[in-house]
């Protein structure tokens, strides 16, 4: 009896290990699964006009994808100019000044459920206060929808990063009789800026692959846009229209869009590990 | 004097550089009230036709003008049930995998990899659903759960490889990391003494994680689930590509549905009718309602087990 009963329970056990194990395999298997079809797709329509030219007319073969590149370059550029002084600021006074605080209680508990909140909401809010007032699409709206997707992730990384900072460091920066905010501007910021940079690495391969706000914000042209009160070209948004259109050659523009897209955030997102990699023990 | 001076420019620099920290963290607070504000004050017109019907009523005609929530709420609700039932399991293997079975060396790339899937685009899984998954499910998958489970009326309807079920699936593999990695935070605070004294008397690695881990992980684990609850309901673009955009109600999970994010995607920019646009903004405000009390009940939930830790 009692042999039945040890085997059993040990059959029990690798069972269980084996199902873990394959749970763990399933979601490589998907990682690559996914990344080989975007990169074999992805490929082949990755030409030299596809990083010159503007698109061709539907239906009709080359053109390229260059005004959606440059596109989404400039909005996610002016989103980080936006989100990150600002994010980095409401991350200090969390880290800074707010410890125990009820203020900075209620903010992180907001910015951890902004960090999750549906983008497509933010899309909608960034129309009904920019969009629709200024009588158009713009670059800026887009900027500031991704802008608002941005501020959460950095306030938290910024916070937790300026806390790994050891008091004794700011103590003996004060005990020089600096002020505070030099202190905090010159020895805080100095020691937690990998930290930081990882940080907002991050929150630009996060935005910068974001479809849902910008559709209802920058929308889409197909002609070069430099205007910040014009509609703009991205590659996501641009993804969505033409996988969804009707046209071979529109596809395989999509699929190397999305092999562009995908390469460009999973390497950032990498670089960001490996920037905090670089940091001895923590 | 000049020493009397740089202690006031000092101070007058400390007090400017608080009040902006101050400023840009309240803001945050301004912003998740702005949003709530500005989408009730929007979708006013469509909640004054409509009233409360407009959460139970089901006939959604951009023609008549006349619009009701309820398939869109059914539908980001199911697919989200679906994403759960198939990524909850699997997560908390992956999480087990990683805090008690792999080997050091191995963990860390392991978790990055599956992490990794967090970091790729909603809509590069929307394609991809739609090219390489779709047709998969529609030749394969879907007729053969319909001969082995049609008996259960779920796994019936069109086997197009586009409707609630692949809208479900693909929600799963996107939640994976977010669970997976919040439940290896969360089983890697188990002080080891507690697992100790369960292999101490003899209990097998299973018998630990069930008995010992995740009894004394249970609020936090549950708080994992349902923050990918939360992430899976206001997913747009994979399942806007998946769903099918059909406003029928069916409980066949093969066929096409809705969802309240998909809806937004596919109307918002081509609605000219004030009341369609109104009903569009009521549909987002339900929505970022719902995704608020249920991120907030996850956040509360890990908390709760974080600092049980820490006491």
């Known amino acids: 009896m009692t042999g039945f009963h040890y085997t059993k329970r040990k059959v029990f056990n ?30 082949g329509g990755l030409d030299f006009s596809f990083f010159t030219e503007l698109p061709a ?19 996610t550029v002016i989103a ?35 960090v999750a909140a549906p983008s497509i909401v933010i899309g909608i809010f960034v129309y009904a206060i920019i969009v629709r007032p200024a009588g158009g699409f713009s670059t800026i709206a887009g900027a500031m929808a991704l802008a608002i997707i941005m501020l959460p992730v950095v306030i938290r990384t910024a916070e937790e990063m300026l806390k790994l900072v050891p008091d004794a460091t700011r103590e003996a920066a004060l005990a020089l009789g600096a002020p505070h905010w030099k202190v905090t501007v010159l020895v805080v910021y100095r020691g937690a800026l990998r930290g930081i940079t990882t940080g907002v690495m991050l929150a630009v391969a996060r935005v910068s692959g974001e479809t849902a706000p910008l559709l209802f914000t920058s929308f889409n042209n197909a002609y070069w846009n430099w205007k910040l009160n014009e ?43 490996l920037v905090v990699r670089g940091r001895s023990g923590s | 004097m000049a ?39 929007e979708a006013m017109p469509a909640l004054r036709a409509f009233g409360l019907r407009f959460l139970y009523t089901a006939e959604w005609d951009p023609v008549r003008s006349v619009f009701g929530a309820l398939p869109a709420i059914y539908g980001t609700i199911v697919s989200s049930v679906i994403a759960l039932v198939i990524a909850v399991p699997i997560s908390l293997g992956i999480a087990v995998f990683l805090t008690e079975m792999a080997p050091k060396p191995l963990a860390g790339p392991i978790g990055t990899a599956i992490e990794l899937l967090a970091a790729i685009p909603s809509i590069i899984y929307g394609m991809w659903g739609l090219f390489i998954l779709a047709p998969l499910l529609a030749d394969h998958v879907e007729p053969f759960l319909n001969n082995w489970l049609g008996f259960i009326p779920f796994f019936r309807g ?73 992430r899976a309901l206001g997913e747009t673009m994979a399942v806007t590509f998946l769903i099918g955009n059909s406003y029928d109600i069916s409980s066949e999970l093969f066929n096409p549905a809705t969802s309240i994010s998909a809806s937004l995607a596919n109307e918002f920019t081509e609605a000219v009718d004030p009341v369609h646009i109104s009903s ?29 830790d820490a006491r």
């Open chain 1, 14 to 43: 690798y069972a269980a290990q084996t199902a873990s194990l394959l749970c763990a395999v399933c979601g490589i298997a998907f990682l690559f699964w996914i990344l080989k079809d975007v990169a074999v797709l992805g490929a």
């Open chain 1, 57 to 75: 007319p539907p239906g009709e073969a080359g053109g390229g994808m260059a005004n959606a590149i440059t596109g989404t370059l400039l909005i």
């Open chain 1, 80 to 114: 980080t100019a936006i989100g990150v002084p600002s994010g980095i600021l409401a991350g200090t006074y969390l880290s800074e000044y707010g410890r125990g605080g009820r203020v900075a209680a209620t903010v992180r508990f907001i910015a951890d459920i902004l």
């Open chain 1, 231 to 273: 509609p703009t070209a991205t590659l996501t948004v641009t993804i969505f229209n033409y996988a969804m259109g009707p046209y071979e050659e529109w596809h395989a523009k999509a699929w190397a869009a999305a092999l562009l897209i995908t390469a460009g955030v999973l390497f950032v997102t990498l670089a960001a590990r």
């Open chain 2, 3 to 41: 020493l009397l001076d740089r202690h006031k420019a000092d101070r007058l620099g400390d007090a400017l550089f608080k009040g902006a920290a101050l400023f840009f963290a309240v803001s945050v607070l301004v912003l998740m009230g702005l949003i709530f504000i500005v989408l009730l004050a």
């Open chain 2, 158 to 230: 069109a086997p197009l490889g586009i409707g609630m079920l692949p809208a479900g699936f693909i929600l799963a593999v996107m939640i994976i990391p977010f669970i997976s990695s919040v439940a290896r935070d969360i089983f890697r605070m188990v002080p080891p003494i507690l697992k100790e004294s369960g292999y101490g008397v003899g209990a097998t690695k299973w018998e630990v994680i069930h008995q010992v881990v995740l009894p004394y992980t249970r609020s936090g684990i549950i708080g994992a689930v349902v923050l990918g609850l939360g």
């Open chain 2, 280 to 308: 569009l903004v009521a549909l987002g405000l339900i929505l970022f309602v719902i995704t608020f009390i249920v991120l907030a009940a996850a956040k509360l939930l890990i908390r709760k087990t974080v600092n049980g």
